[in-house]
């Protein structure tokens, strides 16, 4: 549904609530595509409240206290905007999303949870343990796909409403690619504008404790990728042309890139091969000066992918059995082997060259 913004933001007041990146610049896209203006107030925790400055939405930064609160007074906040509706994202974890959901019980307000990524779903709506897997129960849960909506079936979700949706940064026509933009990030990196760069879309873990399910890749798999593709652009410029690695991480992700990296050796030849890890890029600017993008799960690289850069994910130790984002967008191909993924980034370097924004 194109027009879901729409719906759910173009009548009447609106609370709505984010913790990740994910949830925050989903629901922030789909309040983009709202023609009336009613009034919304978004109770937000970093990462997501990134999203939210230029909306011409009411932002309310939250995060939770050692004494259990929030820093605002959420009833009373309720009371006084008397919203037709709570919108909140779905991130995994004790969020404001969560609170929302328990005082909207409390107040009878319905709500409806939107679900930013194809997996982890039954995780999105557990308490504080795995044992309590349903225990978060929001009136609505829109999820990105039919494959979801019979996921969470199968999980024998006790919501009755489950809804599809087309998520917006993965339909319609994309941002298209600068190449004045990709210029000026270049010179801004310390990359020239004949260097072939390799973007890295990290993503970060969740601990792997019993019971919880996680799908998602090891974290000695998110690191062993990073270290195959810092040893291939430093290959690669060996042999003459030079391959630099721009490492985006997840706005969650405190992984420090930089020790990996150098423990692995690369780095050693900062003037062959340098691998940047740069969180401040906006998208359009990752995929304007992006050759090619690798990663693993993370939806960032389908929208690469949207975006026109030549996108792969891959799994390094070949023992992820969970859902792959090859899985569900078919522009994206999974590099089962070294070689696959070296053969990827020697086509961009021979082939492609420094982005244009023109592919």
């Not at 027009?3 to 609530?17: C, I, S, T, Y």
């Not at 691998?275 to 939806?299: E, H, I, Q, T, W």
Request: aromatic share 8%.
């Amino acid at each position: 549904m194109d027009d879901l913004g729409e719906v759910l933001f173009g009548a009447g007041a609106v609370v709505v609530a984010a913790k990740e990146a994910g949830a925050g610049s989903l629901l922030a896209a789909l309040i983009a595509q709202r023609t009336q203006l009613p009034r919304i107030v978004a109770l937000v925790e970093a990462p997501a409240d990134r999203y939210f400055e230029k909306l011409g939405v009411e932002v309310v930064r939250v995060a939770h206290g050692s004494d259990g609160g929030w820093g605002v007074e959420i009833e009373r906040l309720l009371a006084a905007v008397a919203p037709v509706r709570i919108v909140v994202g779905a991130s995994a974890g004790l969020t404001i999303e969560k609170e929302l959901i328990d005082a909207a019980a409390r107040q009878r307000i319905p709500v409806i949870s939107m679900v930013d990524h194809y997996w982890n779903l039954w995780q999105r709506f557990a308490g504080a343990t795995p044992r309590e897997r349903w225990r978060y129960r929001p009136d609505v849960i829109y999820v990105p796909g039919d494959w979801c909506v019979a996921r969470l079936r199968e999980l024998e979700c006790p919501v009755a409403d489950i809804r599809g949706f087309r998520h917006p940064h993965l339909a319609g026509t994309p941002s298209p690619r600068s190449q004045e933009l990709g210029s000026t990030v270049r010179r801004r990196l310390g990359f020239g504008d004949d260097d072939t760069v390799v973007l890295y879309v990290s993503e970060y873990a969740f601990a792997d404790e019993e019971g919880w399910q996680w799908d998602q890749p090891t974290e000695l798999d998110i690191e062993e990728l990073g270290k195959e593709l810092a040893a291939i652009a430093g290959e690669f410029s060996d042999a003459g042309h030079r391959t630099r690695l721009l490492i985006r991480p997840h706005p969650s992700e405190r992984r420090p890139w930089e020790a990996i990296l150098a423990g692995a050796g690369a780095g050693d030849a900062p003037d062959r091969a340098a691998a940047v890890v740069d969180r401040s890029l906006d998208k359009l600017a990752l995929f304007s000066v992006a050759d090619v993008a690798v990663g693993l799960n993370s939806m960032l690289l389908a929208e690469a992918a949207r975006a026109g850069v030549p996108s792969y994910c891959r799994f390094p130790s070949g023992k992820y059995a969970g859902p792959k984002l090859s899985d569900f967008r078919p522009e994206i191909v999974e590099l089962k082997t070294l070689q696959d993924c070296r053969a990827a980034i020697r086509n961009s370097c021979e082939s492609l060259g420094p982005a244009t924004g023109q592919r």
